[in-house]
């Protein structure tokens, strides 16, 4: 990922449109796998301060790593041309290795449940009125599995 791709999410973060920021704030999440605290739903004064910090971390993370200007760390690619001529079994090795590296993922900070407060919330739950959104609901799995037997 270059520091133009990241910059190009930054428009989406800033728009009116709620959908709109929701997608760029997804879409940071998983190329960056850091939390800024950037909500799409935040308050005005909030997103721009997230966005500030983003902005900050990119000037950042691209002066300090001179040897991979424009990559930022703990976001490896894989090399498709690394695996020429290798075995199936030597290639299974190899992305083996490559996600047993993978445990920064693991690490990502996501907010709480809003309902237990136990657990990482993976699911967002939006609420639209008047084909505009309203608001949104971070739960954890089990949380939003007995949300929806109950709702439901």
């Known amino acids: 990922m270059r520091k133009k791709d990241i910059e190009g999410l930054i428009p989406g973060l800033e728009a009116e449109d709620a959908f709109a920021r929701l997608e760029a704030e997804k879409r940071l999440r998983a ?4 939390d800024f605290g950037f909500r799409w739903d935040g308050a005005p004064g909030d997103r721009a301060a997230a966005v500030v910090r983003l902005r900050s971390w990119l000037a950042e ?3 300090g790593d001179k040897g991979r200007r424009g990559k930022f760390p703990g976001l490896a690619a894989v090399d ?5 001529g290798l075995s199936p079994q030597e290639v299974e090795m190899h ?7 993978a445990h920064i993922i ?3 900070q996501r907010p709480r449940c809003e309902e237990c ?8 739950i939006v609420e639209v009125r008047a084909r505009k959104a309203r608001g949104v609901t971070r739960l954890c799995d089990p949380c939003a599995a007995a949300g929806g037997k109950a709702r439901g």
């Open 31 to 34: 190329c960056l796998q850091r």
């Open 61 to 63: 993370t691209v002066k």
């Open 80 to 84: 498709l041309t690394s695996l020429k």
């Open 95 to 101: 992305l083996q290795e490559l996600l047993g590296k």
């Open 106 to 108: 693991a690490s990502v």
């Open 117 to 124: 407060g136990k657990r990482s919330a993976t699911v967002e």
